[in-house]
């Protein structure tokens, strides 16, 4: 049933009222120490604790992208799309180890200001706008709208209200700064991963019902059996999923690209440790990981439970679209109607917990890059602390008005949330990650080659895009690295998967970039580099333990799904 019962909004409103409460309660202890400084507004500096900064990667990283469109996945594909979460985990070990103590060693707090720092200032500009253009277009529209819809889905209240009622709530967090919204991202987390355990809990004991039982292990059992073809990690090239997740790539290609360049290179992620002293941020960080081991429980398990429901002739209608047509984005609304009254609400706020504290994450990204790295730098050079502050609550404000209105019209929905994301942040991320990198590890790497990755990547994965339309790729199908797709007038060509285009454009752009470097070196062009010491990588037993059971753990997940 399409609504929320009177227990539903009392479990919901003491969710709301618990969040506000303590998030007010944090920022007045700030307001009363007197912290006006802009590094505490934006980046909490010295004050969130290890379990702040874990659990706020996770509540910024966690949304109605992964909650709608990767369940909805769990239902089309099964269990392989778990492995952006998982690769995650070991992502954030690498990042924790390698990419942090440069950041924290050479007080990096944006990342613009690293590219300021390690090339010049043009490509930090460049990156600067281009960065907020992408989370305001791109990232805040689609959590904003995404997170509507799924509200909608379950409660019946009208789109336009829910995005208002997300909006507000957000920019009510978001105005408290970083530190508010790194501690009430402990209780949207706790929201979030609770009500989300029950939902599964729920759907998983439907599914038992098919089978005459009652249980989570039942279900999860009768799951395996019924749909053998939803629990396999790596899939084979004649797969119908093939090209969304090409085979052994999610493991040895174009995925670390994705996850490094999102948990390494991302203002909204890296933000949350980069007001920390190394220990502290590392921990943190682990403590995150071990978190996303956790998420596919969470976010797809529900969608393959949907599947068997289906398949077994339930959810016939619920799971169509206004078009009629099924659609699989559906999945988790649908689940949490099936749920009873009290539990509704409880996963109805571990949704609205989601979407908030991502939008509240990814609105402070957006205040923070255009604060200190356009407005400081560009605007008003002398503007004070409190000026700064001032300018980074305006800006809040501005960014997510500007996402409520365009949300509607950029066609998110029909899209689909995860895809809407991907396919714009994958034009950029192989470009992005590549100048990151060699700049952090190779010393030569002159502020030209920067620039050819900032442009040049980006025009490279529009080639590799649009290359089936000006050439047969049947060629490289033997390898893999090119499948047979229908395309948007019904023809069908060869494309390279989207994964892969990244790994190749990522290649591409490293190796130019040591063209262009050793060249300008010959040339006598100065180049600018960082302070890194190996000693910086140096980790402690504790973090190595923690390292070694989420390796451990990764390793024995998929021998069991491969």
């Not at 942090?100 to 600067?128: C, D, H, W």
């Not at 999860?220 to 990690?233: E, K, L």
């Not at 220990?279 to 978190?291: E, M, N, Q, V, Y």
């Not at 991502?358 to 730098?377: C, E, H, P, Q, Y």
Request: charged share 15%; glycine share 10%; hydrophobic share 55%.
């Amino acid at each position: 049933m399409k609504t929320l019962q009177l227990y539903d909004y009392l479990v919901f409103l003491i969710y709301f009222f618990i969040v506000a409460g303590y998030g007010y309660s944090v920022y007045r202890r700030k307001k009363s120490a007197n912290l006006t400084a802009s590094h505490d507004y934006f980046l909490a500096e010295g004050s969130l604790t290890w379990w702040a900064i874990g659990t706020s990667l996770i509540a910024s990283n966690i949304s109605s992208e992964q909650f709608i469109a990767m369940s909805g996945n769990g239902f089309k594909m099964g269990l392989a799309i778990a492995t952006y979460e998982w690769m995650a985990a070991a992502t954030l070990i690498i990042v924790a180890i390698f990419f942090i103590p440069v950041y924290l060693k050479n007080k990096i707090y944006t990342m613009p200001q690293f590219l300021s720092e390690r090339y010049n200032g043009s490509v930090a500009m460049i990156m600067a706008v281009f960065w907020l253009l992408l989370y305001v277009i791109v990232n805040l529209t689609s959590i904003l709208y995404l997170g509507a819809l799924a509200i909608n889905g379950i409660s019946g209240i009208q789109v336009d209200l829910c995005m208002y009622g997300l909006a507000f709530f957000a920019i009510i967090i978001a105005l408290g700064g970083m530190k508010v919204i790194g501690y009430t991202d402990v209780i949207q987390v706790v929201f979030l991963i609770f009500g989300g355990l029950v939902t599964t809990y729920l759907a998983l004991d439907k599914v038992a019902e098919l089978n005459g039982q009652s249980g989570m292990i039942h279900g999860f059992n009768y799951m395996m059996n019924q749909s053998g073809d939803h629990f396999h990690m790596i899939f084979k090239k004649d797969n119908a999923n093939f090209p969304s997740l090409p085979g052994l790539t999610v493991l040895f290609g174009g995925m670390w690209i994705v996850n490094l360049n999102y948990w390494g290179c991302n203002q909204y992620i890296t933000q949350r440790a980069l007001g920390a002293d190394l220990k502290t941020a590392r921990s943190g960080i682990l403590f995150a990981a071990f978190l996303k081991l956790l998420m596919p429980v969470i976010v797809v398990l529900p969608g393959i439970a949907a599947y068997v429901i289906h398949m077994k002739g339930g959810l016939q209608t619920e799971l169509l679209g206004a078009d009629g047509v099924l659609n699989p984005d559906r999945a988790y609304p649908v689940l949490l109607n099936l749920l009873p009254v009290g539990l509704k609400g409880l996963s109805f706020a571990a949704l609205t917990a989601a979407v908030v504290a991502s939008l509240a994450g990814k609105v402070n990204s957006i205040s923070t890059i255009f604060t200190l790295d356009i407005f400081k730098k560009k605007i008003q050079v002398d503007a004070s602390e409190k000026k700064m502050v001032q300018v980074g609550k305006i800006t809040v404000v501005v960014a997510m008005l500007i996402a409520v209105i365009i949300a509607p019209f950029l066609g998110i929905d029909k899209k689909g949330g995860f895809e809407f994301i991907q396919e714009y942040t994958g034009f950029v991320s192989p470009g992005i990650f590549a100048m990151f990198i060699m700049g952090f590890f190779w010393k030569k790497t002159s502020s030209n080659a920067a620039m050819f990755a900032t442009i040049g990547g980006f025009v490279l994965s529009v080639i590799f895009k649009f290359l089936p339309r000006v050439m047969n790729l049947e060629f490289l199908n033997s390898t893999g690295f090119a499948v047979l797709v229908e395309q948007k007038d019904k023809t069908m060509a060869y494309e390279i998967p989207f994964i892969d285009r990244m790994g190749f454009v990522f290649v591409i752009c490293v190796l130019l970039m040591v063209v262009i470097s050793l060249i300008d070196n010959k040339r006598g062009v100065a180049v600018k580099g960082l302070e890194v010491d190996t000693k910086m990588f140096k980790i402690n037993n504790g973090f190595a333990v923690g390292c070694m059971i989420i390796g451990g753990i990764l390793v024995a997940l998929y021998s069991v799904f491969w």
